[in-house]
C-alpha cells in the first residue's frame, strides 16, 4: 500500500514537472519571434557604437551631447541645462526637458564621459520600444501581423540610424509606443497603475519634445472614444490624466523660457531668430513633394513605401484598429503644425513609422498568407522585401556611416588641432555658423558665427569678453555645409593678416588674439 502510494506520488511530481517543462516549452516559442527581433536589432546597431559625435545631424547630437558632460563636470542640476556656445555666460539655455542628458551624465559619474554610452542608452530605449511595439500590435492585431511589423521597424535605415545617435529620438519613440500600451491596458482592465503608467510616459514624451500632446493625445482620445463616447467627457480619471500632462509641459516649458530671458540662449521654441512656423510653405507642393520623397526613400527605403500603401488599404476589422490611421494623421498634423522644422529635420517623421510599420506588417502578413491565386501579390511582396533591405543596407552604408568615418571628417581634424593647439579653459570663437559640432569635439566653449561676422570690430568685443582665439576652417562652414564663398574667404583670410594662423594648415585656421 504504502509502494503504491510512493508510486503514485512520484507518477504526479513527474506529471508536473512534464507540465512545467511543456509550458517553458510552448513559452520560449511564443517569445522565441520577439527575441530574434531583439538580437537582429542589437546585431544592425553595434556597428561604429563608439563613433565620436560626426557624421548626419552632428550638430543636433553635440548640443545634446554637450548638455550631458556639462552636467557631469558642472553639478547635475536638471534644471538647468549648458550648451557650450553661451559665449562667457553659464550656457543655461531654453530647451527641451534633458532628461536623456540627465541619463547619461549619471553613467558618466560611474564610468567616465564617453559617447558610447549616450549610444547605448539610445539602442537600449529602441530595444524596450520594440518590444512594447510587439505586445501593442498583438493586443490590436494579431501575432503575425506584430511580428512582421516589429521586422520593418527593426530593419528600416533611418530606425537604424536614430536608434544609435547621440539624441533623445529612441527615448521619445519609447515613452510614445508604452504610453498608448498602457492606456490601452487601462480601458481593458480600468486599473489605475496603468492609468499612471500611461500617464508618466506619454508626459515624458510631451517633455521631451511638445508634438506629442497631438499625435499622441488624439489617439489617445480617440481610443477613449471608443469605449466610452460621449461619456468620455464625463470620466475623471482622464480629466486628472489630461491636466497633468498638461500641467508638467507647461511648468517646464515656462522654466524653460525664463532661462532664455535670463541667458538669451534658446533652441528657437519660441524665441530667438529661428523661424519653425512659416506656414506659406504648407501651401507649396515643394513641401510635400520633398517629405513625401524624404519618408518614401529614406525612411521606408524606397521598396518599403508600396507595402505601407497596400497595408492602409486593407479593410478593418474593428474600431480599436482605425487608431492606426488617426496615429498617422495626427503625426501628419504635426508637420503642418512645424513646418519648417519638420522640413528640415528627417527626424521628425520617425514618428510617422511607429504605426507605418504596422501597415507594412498588415501587408506582409495579408499577402504572404493568400492562397495561390493571389500567387502575384506573394511574388511582389516578397520582391520589395528584398530590395527594401539591399535599397536599406545602401541608404544606411553611403548616406550615414560613410560620414561618420574619422579619417574623412574635415570637423574632427580640425577639433583635434583646436585641442593641441589652444588651452583647455580658453573661450573661442567658431566660424561654423549654428554647428556646434567643433566646439564639443574639441572640449571648448564660445560663440558660434558665420563667416560674414568675421570683422575686427566684431572680433575685439567677443575678446573683451575672454575670447582667446578665432577657429575654422576654409573647407567646411557647418560640419554638412561646405565653404564656398570666395569673397567670404577672402575677408576671414584679410583677418588673418593682421591675426596670422598658428597652424602650417592651408585649410584651417587658429588665430590668437592680443589682450584686451
Known sequence: MVAKNRFAAINHELNKISHMQNQSVKSTSNNSPLLFLLILAIALRVYNINSPIIGIHSWRQSDTAAIARNFYENGFNLFYPQIDWGGNSPGYCETEFPIYSFIVALIYKLFGVSEFWGRLISGICFLVALNFLYQLVVKILNKKIAFWSCLFFVILPLNVYYSRTFQPESLLLMCSVIGIYYFINWLDSEKQQDLILSGSFVALACLIKVLPIIYLGIPLFYLAWTKY????????????????????????????HQLFLEYGNTFGFWSGSTNRYNYNIVLTWNFWTQILFRTAVRHFAIFGFPIFILGLLIPKKTRQEYVLDIWLISVILTWILVPVTSLVHEYYQLQFMLPGVVFMGKACSHYLAKATVQVNYKRAIVACLCLTIAAGSVIYTIDYMFKERIEKSAVFQLAQQVKQNTEPKSLIIATTASDPTLLYLSHRKGWLI????????????RAKLGAKYLVGSFKFVESYNLFVDDSQKQKVQNFLDKYPNILKDSMNFIAKFPRV
Open 229 to 256: 463616447g460621449i461619456r468620455v467627457f464625463s470620466q475623471i480619471s482622464l480629466w486628472i490624466y489630461s491636466i497633468l500632462i498638461l500641467i508638467s509641459v507647461a511648468i517646464w516649458y515656462y522654466h524653460a
Open 450 to 461: 558665420n563667416h560674414s561676422d568675421v570683422t575686427e570690430e566684431y572680433i575685439l568685443s
